[in-house]
């Protein structure tokens, strides 16, 4: 069984998704203990800003007539789709910044989509496979809160990976994740701890399921 694992946070040692991504990828490989693993880090290696509109421009003209730097967004658009496209299962660590998506996840789903085998409307080729989605916020958006509604990212991640990947997505989301951080947070520290340890207790869950569901369908 294969694994594929996308990380997104800046924040590398001090990141809340990566911990919990590492609880649902423990409980997975405990699950699965001759599974590989293939990692994507999006901060350590993230995904030239150019380079979607490389590989846009490289499809409408002939290989012969491509740049070198088509080429190279081409081919990096190739290795993107061979990781995802391996991959039994699925595991996404992914935030909320400044209200929204990821930039390196955006320019990641970007590049990988001029990809034919994932272009929209072909069929979804990671369809029905499982995928244990962690989401992280760093303050709260539920109702009633001030930032009630500020939340554009989540549903973004659901409609991407879910509904149109068609992943089985099992989703953790952790909230006040920088209550620690900032002191005028400081009485959201019980909730924000609260949060935390729902994520990592459904992470470890989904990490579960997935290797279950992955080792079902293979």
Request: net charge negative; aromatic share 8%.
């Given at each position: ?190 909730l924000a701890a609260e949060s935390l ?22």
């Open positions: 069984m294969i694994l594929f694992r996308l990380d997104a946070s800046i924040r590398e040692g001090m990141s809340v998704s990566r911990k919990v991504a590492d609880t649902a990828q423990a409980a997975w490989q405990q699950a699965e203990p001759g599974g590989r693993v293939i990692h994507r880090d999006l901060f350590q290696t993230p995904v030239p800003a150019d380079a979607w509109a490389l590989a846009v421009s490289a499809g409408a003209v002939p290989e012969e007539r491509r740049t070198d730097a088509q080429r190279r967004a081409v081919a990096l658009a190739a290795e993107l789709a061979d990781e995802v496209a391996a991959a039994d299962a699925y595991l996404l660590a992914v935030p909320l910044y400044n209200y929204g998506v990821s930039q390196h996840v955006k320019t990641w789903l970007d590049l990988l989509f001029t990809d034919p085998r994932f272009a929209p409307g072909n069929p979804p080729l990671a369809a029905g496979r499982p995928a244990a989605l962690v989401i992280t916020r760093g303050g709260g958006y539920g109702e009633g809160t001030p930032r009630a509604g500020w939340d554009h990212a989540t549903p973004w991640y659901r409609r991407m990976f879910g509904d149109l990947m068609g992943m089985d997505l099992h989703v953790s989301e952790v909230e006040l994740t920088l209550a620690e951080v900032h002191e005028a947070m400081a009485p959201l520290r019980p340890r729902a994520g990592h207790e459904s992470a470890e869950k989904n990490g579960r399921i997935i290797a279950e569901r992955a080792a079902s369908a293979a």
